[in-house]
T-cell receptor, first 110, second 115 residues
Framework: GQQLNQSPQSMFIQEGEDVSMNCTSS?????WLWYKQDPGEGPVLLIA?????ELTSNGRLTAQFGITRKDSFLNISASIPSDVGIYFC??????????FGTGTRLKVLA | DGGITQSPKYLFRKEGQNVTLSCEQN?????MYWYRQDPGQGLRLIYY???????QKGDIAEGYSVSREKKESFPLTVTSAQKNPTAFYLC??????????????FGPGTRLLVL
Protein backbone atom coordinates (compact mmCIF):
# COMPACT_ATOMS: atom_id res chain seq x y z
CA GLY A 1 0.00 0.00 0.00
CA GLN A 2 0.98 3.62 -0.42
CA GLN A 3 3.01 5.35 2.29
CA LEU A 4 3.99 8.96 2.66
CA ASN A 5 7.57 10.20 2.55
CA GLN A 6 8.33 11.70 5.94
CA SER A 7 11.60 13.38 6.84
CA PRO A 8 13.80 13.41 8.68
CA GLN A 9 13.61 9.83 9.91
CA SER A 10 15.18 10.80 13.21
CA MET A 11 16.73 13.79 14.84
CA PHE A 12 18.61 14.69 18.00
CA ILE A 13 18.22 18.24 19.19
CA GLN A 14 19.15 20.31 22.19
CA GLU A 15 16.44 21.42 24.59
CA GLY A 16 15.16 24.84 23.56
CA GLU A 17 15.79 24.35 19.85
CA ASP A 18 13.10 24.50 17.18
CA VAL A 19 12.23 21.38 15.18
CA SER A 20 10.85 21.00 11.65
CA MET A 21 9.62 17.91 9.87
CA ASN A 22 7.60 17.33 6.74
CA CYS A 23 5.60 14.83 4.74
CA THR A 24 5.20 14.61 1.00
CA SER A 25 2.84 12.62 -1.17
CA SER A 26 2.46 11.81 -4.83
CA UNK A 27 -1.31 12.21 -4.39
CA UNK A 28 -3.47 15.18 -3.51
CA UNK A 29 -5.03 15.10 -0.04
CA UNK A 30 -7.93 17.00 1.47
CA UNK A 31 -6.93 16.25 5.05
CA TRP A 32 -3.58 16.18 6.83
CA LEU A 33 -3.25 14.93 10.40
CA TRP A 34 -0.24 15.00 12.69
CA TYR A 35 0.16 12.55 15.59
CA LYS A 36 2.65 11.89 18.38
CA GLN A 37 3.28 8.38 19.63
CA ASP A 38 5.07 7.41 22.82
CA PRO A 39 6.63 3.94 23.12
CA GLY A 40 4.01 1.23 23.62
CA GLU A 41 1.12 3.67 23.28
CA GLY A 42 -1.35 4.61 20.57
CA PRO A 43 -0.85 7.78 18.49
CA VAL A 44 -2.34 10.96 19.92
CA LEU A 45 -3.71 13.59 17.55
CA LEU A 46 -1.79 16.87 17.63
CA ILE A 47 -3.15 18.94 14.76
CA ALA A 48 -5.71 18.47 11.98
CA UNK A 49 -5.60 20.43 8.69
CA UNK A 50 -8.42 20.58 6.15
CA UNK A 51 -7.63 23.37 3.64
CA UNK A 52 -4.69 24.08 1.35
CA UNK A 53 -2.53 26.80 2.86
CA GLU A 54 -4.05 26.38 6.31
CA LEU A 55 -1.72 27.16 9.20
CA THR A 56 -2.78 25.84 12.61
CA SER A 57 -1.13 26.00 16.02
CA ASN A 58 -1.49 23.93 19.16
CA GLY A 59 0.69 25.43 21.88
CA ARG A 60 4.30 25.20 20.72
CA LEU A 61 3.29 23.14 17.68
CA THR A 62 2.44 24.65 14.31
CA ALA A 63 1.46 22.72 11.20
CA GLN A 64 0.74 23.79 7.65
CA PHE A 65 -1.24 22.25 4.81
CA GLY A 66 0.88 22.74 1.68
CA ILE A 67 -0.49 24.83 -1.18
CA THR A 68 -0.03 21.97 -3.64
CA ARG A 69 -2.07 19.70 -1.28
CA LYS A 70 0.74 17.16 -1.59
CA ASP A 71 2.71 18.11 1.49
CA SER A 72 2.50 19.22 5.08
CA PHE A 73 4.91 20.57 7.68
CA LEU A 74 5.09 20.38 11.46
CA ASN A 75 7.19 22.73 13.55
CA ILE A 76 7.89 22.48 17.28
CA SER A 77 9.26 25.57 18.93
CA ALA A 78 11.46 25.66 22.03
CA SER A 79 11.59 21.89 22.42
CA ILE A 80 11.47 20.32 25.88
CA PRO A 81 12.40 16.79 27.02
CA SER A 82 8.79 15.56 26.97
CA ASP A 83 8.64 16.25 23.22
CA VAL A 84 10.59 13.02 22.72
CA GLY A 85 8.66 10.44 20.73
CA ILE A 86 7.66 9.52 17.21
CA TYR A 87 5.72 11.98 15.11
CA PHE A 88 3.50 10.69 12.30
CA CYS A 89 1.71 12.41 9.50
CA UNK A 90 -1.42 11.01 7.87
CA UNK A 91 -3.29 12.08 4.75
CA UNK A 92 -6.76 11.40 3.41
CA UNK A 93 -8.01 12.02 -0.12
CA UNK A 94 -11.76 11.82 0.30
CA UNK A 95 -12.20 8.12 0.87
CA UNK A 96 -12.28 6.26 4.14
CA UNK A 97 -8.63 5.33 3.85
CA UNK A 98 -5.80 7.18 5.55
CA UNK A 99 -2.19 6.99 4.38
CA PHE A 100 0.58 7.26 6.98
CA GLY A 101 4.16 8.47 7.02
CA THR A 102 6.94 6.29 8.39
CA GLY A 103 7.49 8.62 11.33
CA THR A 104 10.11 11.04 12.64
CA ARG A 105 11.81 9.89 15.83
CA LEU A 106 12.66 12.91 17.97
CA LYS A 107 15.16 12.84 20.81
CA VAL A 108 15.73 15.90 22.93
CA LEU A 109 19.01 16.34 24.78
CA ALA A 110 18.64 18.25 28.03
CA ASP B 1 -14.73 9.41 29.25
CA GLY B 2 -15.24 9.05 25.52
CA GLY B 3 -12.64 7.08 23.66
CA ILE B 4 -11.37 3.84 22.23
CA THR B 5 -10.34 0.90 24.39
CA GLN B 6 -8.29 -2.08 23.29
CA SER B 7 -7.68 -5.26 25.21
CA PRO B 8 -5.56 -6.96 26.18
CA LYS B 9 -2.48 -4.71 26.20
CA TYR B 10 -0.23 -7.75 25.64
CA LEU B 11 -1.24 -11.01 24.00
CA PHE B 12 0.73 -14.18 23.46
CA ARG B 13 -0.04 -16.61 20.68
CA LYS B 14 1.06 -20.19 20.34
CA GLU B 15 1.76 -21.82 16.99
CA GLY B 16 -1.44 -22.75 15.17
CA GLN B 17 -3.63 -20.73 17.50
CA ASN B 18 -6.20 -18.10 16.61
CA VAL B 19 -6.35 -15.06 18.89
CA THR B 20 -8.83 -12.22 19.05
CA LEU B 21 -8.04 -8.59 19.82
CA SER B 22 -10.82 -6.46 21.22
CA CYS B 23 -11.64 -2.88 20.20
CA GLU B 24 -14.52 -0.88 21.67
CA GLN B 25 -15.43 2.78 21.12
CA ASN B 26 -18.04 5.00 22.76
CA UNK B 27 -17.56 7.94 20.42
CA UNK B 28 -20.63 7.02 18.35
CA UNK B 29 -18.36 6.73 15.31
CA UNK B 30 -19.56 4.81 12.27
CA UNK B 31 -16.16 3.88 10.83
CA MET B 32 -13.58 1.69 12.54
CA TYR B 33 -10.14 0.51 11.45
CA TRP B 34 -7.41 -1.97 12.31
CA TYR B 35 -3.77 -1.18 11.63
CA ARG B 36 -0.57 -3.10 12.10
CA GLN B 37 2.60 -1.31 13.16
CA ASP B 38 6.08 -2.76 12.70
CA PRO B 39 9.34 -1.04 13.68
CA GLY B 40 10.48 1.55 11.15
CA GLN B 41 7.31 1.33 9.10
CA GLY B 42 4.21 3.42 8.85
CA LEU B 43 0.85 2.05 9.89
CA ARG B 44 -0.55 -0.50 7.49
CA LEU B 45 -4.29 -1.02 7.11
CA ILE B 46 -5.62 -4.51 7.82
CA TYR B 47 -9.39 -4.04 7.67
CA TYR B 48 -11.86 -1.21 7.94
CA UNK B 49 -15.60 -0.96 8.47
CA UNK B 50 -17.71 1.97 7.38
CA UNK B 51 -20.90 0.73 9.00
CA UNK B 52 -22.32 -2.13 11.04
CA UNK B 53 -22.34 -5.51 9.28
CA UNK B 54 -20.02 -4.26 6.55
CA UNK B 55 -16.22 -4.30 6.30
CA GLN B 56 -13.52 -4.14 3.62
CA LYS B 57 -10.04 -5.58 3.32
CA GLY B 58 -7.13 -3.22 3.66
CA ASP B 59 -3.63 -3.60 2.28
CA ILE B 60 -2.56 -6.58 4.43
CA ALA B 61 -5.76 -8.53 5.23
CA GLU B 62 -4.37 -12.03 4.60
CA GLY B 63 -4.33 -14.09 7.80
CA TYR B 64 -6.76 -11.78 9.60
CA SER B 65 -10.54 -11.67 10.00
CA VAL B 66 -12.98 -9.19 11.53
CA SER B 67 -16.64 -8.77 12.40
CA ARG B 68 -18.78 -5.71 12.95
CA GLU B 69 -21.99 -6.83 14.63
CA LYS B 70 -22.29 -3.73 16.80
CA LYS B 71 -21.43 -0.10 16.11
CA GLU B 72 -19.25 0.06 19.22
CA SER B 73 -17.18 -3.06 18.60
CA PHE B 74 -14.75 -4.21 15.89
CA PRO B 75 -12.80 -7.30 17.02
CA LEU B 76 -9.82 -8.54 15.02
CA THR B 77 -8.90 -12.23 14.86
CA VAL B 78 -5.33 -13.15 14.00
CA THR B 79 -5.58 -16.61 12.49
CA SER B 80 -3.00 -19.36 12.27
CA ALA B 81 -2.63 -18.45 8.59
CA GLN B 82 -0.83 -15.25 9.58
CA LYS B 83 2.77 -16.47 9.67
CA ASN B 84 4.36 -13.34 11.08
CA PRO B 85 1.87 -11.95 13.57
CA THR B 86 4.30 -10.32 16.01
CA ALA B 87 3.48 -6.60 15.86
CA PHE B 88 1.72 -3.72 17.58
CA TYR B 89 -1.96 -3.58 16.59
CA LEU B 90 -3.87 -0.33 16.64
CA CYS B 91 -7.61 0.21 16.40
CA UNK B 92 -8.97 3.56 15.23
CA UNK B 93 -12.29 5.20 14.48
CA UNK B 94 -13.74 8.18 12.65
CA UNK B 95 -17.20 9.71 12.43
CA UNK B 96 -17.34 8.15 8.99
CA UNK B 97 -19.70 10.58 7.34
CA UNK B 98 -17.18 11.52 4.62
CA UNK B 99 -17.42 15.04 5.87
CA UNK B 100 -14.51 17.23 4.88
CA UNK B 101 -13.43 17.83 8.44
CA UNK B 102 -13.04 14.32 9.75
CA UNK B 103 -10.41 13.15 12.20
CA UNK B 104 -9.17 9.68 13.08
CA UNK B 105 -8.62 8.70 16.71
CA PHE B 106 -6.62 5.76 17.98
CA GLY B 107 -6.83 3.29 20.84
CA PRO B 108 -3.87 2.46 23.10
CA GLY B 109 -2.83 -0.63 21.12
CA THR B 110 -2.27 -4.34 21.70
CA ARG B 111 1.15 -5.92 21.39
CA LEU B 112 0.98 -9.46 20.04
CA LEU B 113 3.87 -11.80 20.65
CA VAL B 114 4.38 -15.35 19.41
CA LEU B 115 5.56 -18.03 21.84
Amino acid sequence: GQQLNQSPQSMFIQEGEDVSMNCTSSSIFNTWLWYKQDPGEGPVLLIALYKAGELTSNGRLTAQFGITRKDSFLNISASIPSDVGIYFCAGRSGTYKYIFGTGTRLKVLA
Amino acid sequence: DGGITQSPKYLFRKEGQNVTLSCEQNLNHDAMYWYRQDPGQGLRLIYYSQIVNDFQKGDIAEGYSVSREKKESFPLTVTSAQKNPTAFYLCASTIGSRRTQETQYFGPGTRLLVL
